[in-house]
């Protein structure tokens, strides 16, 4: 199986060279197959478009040409690349995702094609996700007395996970660092960074196994656009 850690890598690099028009190429090999990720920049749009190809021993198959915009990454071409990425994998069973912030944007259109390719999918979220066929549970990930058994009772039967995808975030009030309070930077970290940490850390006791994690982050960690301040000090947290 590939390792999803390129995933994060690919879309780190597109956004920290987004303002500059540019090539990244991107190069996964195991014994078995290799998959070429070449992202062509351009500047004036401020997008990116991707070009996959992978290679299966003697088969060649282009996967997918896809749109990307620069703050806004398309969910689909997201879900694309975790199920192509994964698709290696030699189990018989169906693979498992948990992915947090289900009920809209990233998390939500995740979660749909997901279940689409038949993995089984679990959610949590605070409005909820209707999906069918997702296992999903109402749940404030800043609640932490809450989450320890919200998440048990979503996962107690469940042995592996394939992929975890801690996405769940919020981008509060777009304005000027000191014309933010305190108190509202702090209900944006508590959302993207916190509840990671306390997700993380019921994973790390908990009995079954995980064999990837992901965390979502933005080119506002390193861009800090005017007006994006707590949003940015999050994301440049959790990187």
């Not at 290679?55 to 620069?70: D, G, S, V």
């Not at 592996?160 to 930077?185: M, P």
């Amino acid at each position: 199986m590939f390792n999803l850690r390129y995933i994060c890598f690919l879309f780190i690099s597109i956004l920290l060279f987004s303002s500059c028009e540019d090539v990244i190429q991107l190069d996964l090999e195991t014994t078995e197959s290799r998959i070429v990720i070449e992202a062509t920049l351009n500047a004036s749009s401020q997008t990116a478009t991707v070009h996959i190809s992978k290679t299966n021993n003697k088969n060649q198959k282009i996967l997918k040409n896809a749109y990307l915009c620069r703050f806004r990454v398309s969910s689909r071409t997201l879900a694309t690349l975790f199920h192509t990425l994964t698709e290696n994998s030699t189990t018989d069973r169906m693979p498992s995702a948990l992915i947090t912030g289900t009920s809209s944007g990233l998390g939500h259109g995740l979660a749909e094609l997901l279940l689409d390719a038949g993995w089984d999918v679990f959610g949590c979220s605070r409005r909820g996700c209707n999906l069918p066929g997702i296992r999903d549970r109402t749940l404030d990930l800043t609640d932490y007395g809450q989450l320890p058994g919200a998440l048990h009772s979503l996962l107690g039967d469940v042995k592996n996970l394939d992929l975890v995808v801690l996405n769940a975030g919020v981008l509060g009030e777009i304005r000027d660092l000191n014309n933010t309070s305190l108190s509202d930077v702090k209900k944006v970290m508590e959302v993207n960074l916190w509840a990671n940490k306390a997700v993380m850390d019921w994973l790390h006791d908990w009995d079954g196994k995980v064999a990837q994690v992901v965390m979502i982050s933005s080119g506002a960690s390193i861009l800090g656009n005017r007006g994006w301040g707590g949003y940015a000090l999050s994301k440049a947290a959790l990187n």
